[in-house]
């Protein structure tokens, strides 16, 4: 009894440390502003002006961030999923390197990984004359290096957990290497590569340190837009415009948790 | 439908070998065993035939080509694999039907078959479950279905019931061969299970470390095992060490601890003073008292070491001169003679085998 009363304590202790930054920015949004802080906390009065007044620049920027997070988890996607069938089916001599060098991102610090792209893009950028710092493919290749990792764990992982049974099944069935990969292989490791893929979408969605030394004049993501606004001109129609993000994100979640969770669930029962 | 053979089908691994030199030839229809105990190589064999691995030396045929070289798709082979293989993220019906898609079956005929195929192994209804919805014997239903949907030239079983209790399994046993019957595929079946060899086999390869020990029906394997090892290991059996010192009548005479023994059946060439054994089965032993030595039986007096009562029978263990312990299988409502008591067992020189010693 007491033990449960302890852990249910315990329980709502840390719900409201996880929640209470959200909680903050979602309760300030709606705030009339008080004259002497920014954020007003609890909201003195309420009032729906600052999702009205959000401006045009900083939707602008959250579409941006939108769209290179999307091309991000597509291509971490493209290439991740050939990336791990290397890294567990191939028989090269240095596939251990290889998969290290994989999770290499992982361990850089953003902000060395920023400057490093930021030198890369000068030298390259010079030498191709097209302006890569301050571009969409820019970053979103810098992106895709941080992104990678993620979908190469996450098929890695579901590829060592693979019956070979079911594409020898395949196989006798009549169906070639081809066939068996887009009939069975892909679909069975299918969770993996999409949990991956949300990953990287929000790496993308959610960077700073790198986005910063590559965004340029006119070219700037929502975190860059965020910061920014910090600095000079703060409005808490950023606190609206965050409180949407998040509102945004939880449903995502949600959504994502049941068609993977029943996916997984349909992927592990009885064969298999 | 089609032959099936193997011809001195080798697999090396490094230092060892899988599988030794296998010769077989599969008859059209016919119900074959690879039976044998664990890493005897009956996977290997099975899966050089299906030409998931390629043969170190040897070929494989089947019907008038040699497929040796093939891949599995173009084999023309199915397998029903010991986790069923079924794949997860497709239903009943499309598990069944994923050869005919492959195959660009109509999709009308397509539905037309998966229904039938359901009918045969009695799980009508069932289309649209996916495979965790099923219970372990479903499953392996619609493991056969599948791999019987475009009917293959041979069909290859590795431990198919190997996952399922033992009630079920003997249930399966049933049907499994009742369909291969009525549909007439050449099967070749792996198991390390005598009692499901012998009930399901038209003939049985016994093997051993990678080596076929003997090929025949299941009858001939129990009654005139070839070698010590296939006599072992199908039922339970007597071997009694001696040297073979003659032939006369038709028997091997053969001289043991316990006395002068003979033989009908041998499977050795025997020349001179050989070491041999002799192998007879419990069930053929009797205790009597009543001298029956009419030079057709053969007679070993002992004294009853262990006595066990097994329901339908009584086993006994007979110590008999020179350390010679005899296994003997009495029906339960015979006399059963008290422990220590001196017996005198005899059983027909017919039921005796001769076997070269190992
Ligand atoms: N890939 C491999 N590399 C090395 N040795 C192997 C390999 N595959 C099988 N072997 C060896 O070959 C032998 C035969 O294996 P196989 O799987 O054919 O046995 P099995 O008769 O099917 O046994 P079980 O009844 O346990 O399934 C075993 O000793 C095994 O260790
Ligand atoms: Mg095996």
Known sequence: MMARALSGTWLALVFGFMIAPLVVVAGASFGRGGRTAMIDFPPHELTWQWYLAIPGDQVQALALSISLALACALAAALLGVPAALGIVRGDLPGRRAIAALFRLPLQIPAVVVGVSFLQLYYIVGDVIELPLVGSFWGLALAHLFIALPYVVGSVVAILNRFNMRLEEAALVLGAGRWSTFRRVTLP???PGVFAGAVYAFMVSFSDLPVALFL????????????????????????LALS???IVFSFVVMVVVQRSIGLTNLLHTGGAG | MATVRLDALEKRYDTTAAVAGVTLDIADGEFLTLLGPSGCGKTTTLRMIAGFIAPSAGRVWIGANDVTTQPPQHRDVNMVFQDYALFPHLTVAENIAFGLVERRAPRAERARRV???????????????????????????????????????????DEPLGALDLKLREAMQEELRRLQRQLGITTVYVTHDQVEAMRMSDRIAVMNQGRVEQLGTPEAIYERPATEFAAGFVGSINFLKGRCVGHEDGCYIVETAAGRLRADTGAARIAGATPVTLAVRPEHLRLDTAAGADGRENRVDGQVAASSFLGNLVQLVVRAAGDLELRVELRAGDRRPPDGATVSVSWPTAKTVLLPSR
Do not use: C, K, N, W
């Open chain 1, 188 to 190: 069975v490791i299918m």
């Open chain 1, 215 to 238: 965004a340029g004049q006119g070219f700037v993501t929502f975190p860059v837009a965020i910061f920014q606004s910090l600095d000079y001109d703060f409005s808490p129609s950023m």
């Open chain 1, 243 to 245: 409180t949407l993000i």
């Open chain 2, 115 to 157: 229904a039938e195929l359901l009918e045969l192994v009695r799980l009508p209804g069932h289309e649209a479950r996916y495979p965790s919805e099923l219970s372990g014997g479903q499953q392996q239903r619609v493991a056969f279905a599948r791999a019987i949907a475009h009917p293959p030239r041979v069909l290859l079983m």
